[in-house]
T-cell receptor, first 113, second 112 residues
Framework: DAGVIQSPRHEVTEMGQEVTLRCKPI?????LFWYRQTMMRGLELLIY????????DSGMPEDRFSAKMPNASFSTLKIQPSEPRDSAVYFC???????????FGPGTRLLVL | QQQVKQSPQSLIVQKGGIPIINCAYE??????FPWYQQFPGKGPALLIA?????SEKKEGRFTISFNKSAKQFSLHIMDSQPGDSATYFC???????????FGKGTRLSVIA
C-alpha cells in the first residue's frame, strides 16, 4: 500500500490567495483526520471525518478554512483567503474502525508570504 | 489549556544510553496513550501505545510506563542508537477512533 498521499508537498503562496491541500487516505480506511503542525502550537486537530461525514470541526480556526470529503478516497482542505499566520505543515491521517492507530501522510508544508 | 504536557523539549544522549521522555495528562477520560516518532520531513508514525489498565508495555527496545493515579506516562528507549534521533510525541485520546491530543514533542539526539 502506498500509504496516505498528500499533495502538494510544498506550497508557497501570497497572502489573500486561495490554497487547496489534498489527501488520499489508505484504501479501506473510514476515518480521516486533518492536523496542523506549528512550532508554537505543536500538532493540533483541525477536523475529522467518519465515512466521509464531518464529525468534529471545532479545531478549524475560522471561516477561512473549509474541508470536504466527497468520497472515501479523497479529501481537501481549503484556505481562502490565506494569511501569513496559516504557514504551517498540514498533515492528513487515516484509520479504520476498531483500530486507533492513525497513519499520517508526509504533510504539506505551506508558506504564505 | 494544554491537556497533554511533555518534557523535556530536547534531549541528547550517548549511544547505548536510555533516554526517558515524560508526559502528563489532565483528562481522566482518556483511554488510549500512543507515542509517535517523527523524522524530519516525514509524518509522525506510531511507535508504541498503551491503555490505562496496563502499567507497562514493551516492544523491542521501546517501553511505556504508565501511572494511572499520577496521570503520567513515559517512554524509555533501551540501548539507544543514532538512528533513534527524531522527535517523539506523546498523545492521548478517548476510546474509539477519536482525535489525538498531542504533547509538544521532544527532540532526541543520540550521539555516537
Amino acid at each position: 500500500d502506498a500509504g496516505v498521499i498528500q499533495s502538494p508537498r510544498h506550497e508557497v503562496t501570497e497572502m489573500g490567495q486561495e490554497v487547496t491541500l489534498r489527501c488520499k487516505p489508505i484504501s479501506g480506511h473510514d476515518y480521516l483526520f486533518w492536523y496542523r503542525q506549528t512550532m508554537m502550537r505543536g500538532l493540533e486537530l483541525l477536523i475529522y471525518f467518519n465515512n466521509n461525514v464531518p464529525i468534529d470541526d471545532s479545531g478549524m480556526p475560522e471561516d477561512r478554512f473549509s474541508a470536504k470529503m466527497p468520497n472515501a478516497s479523497f479529501s481537501t482542505l481549503k484556505i481562502q483567503p490565506s494569511e501569513p499566520r496559516d504557514s504551517a505543515v498540514y498533515f492528513c491521517a487515516s484509520g479504520w474502525t476498531g483500530n486507533e492507530t492513525q497513519y499520517f501522510g508526509p504533510g504539506t508544508r505551506l508558506l504564505v508570504l | 489549556q494544554q491537556q497533554v504536557k511533555q518534557s523535556p523539549q530536547s534531549l541528547i544522549v550517548q549511544k547505548g544510553g536510555i533516554p526517558i521522555i515524560n508526559c502528563a495528562y489532565e483528562n481522566t477520560a482518556f483511554d488510549y496513550f500512543p507515542w509517535y516518532q517523527q523524522f524530519p520531513g516525514k509524518g509522525p508514525a506510531l511507535l508504541i501505545a498503551i491503555r490505562p489498565d496496563v502499567s507497562e508495555k514493551k516492544e523491542g527496545r521501546f517501553t511505556i510506563s504508565f501511572n494511572k493515579s499520577a496521570k503520567q506516562f513515559s517512554l524509555h528507549i533501551m540501548d539507544s542508537q543514532p538512528g533513534d534521533s527524531a522527535t517523539y510525541f506523546c498523545a492521548a485520546s478517548f476510546s474509539g477512533n477519536t482525535p489525538l491530543v498531542f504533547g509538544k514533542g521532544t527532540r532526541l539526539s543520540v550521539i555516537a
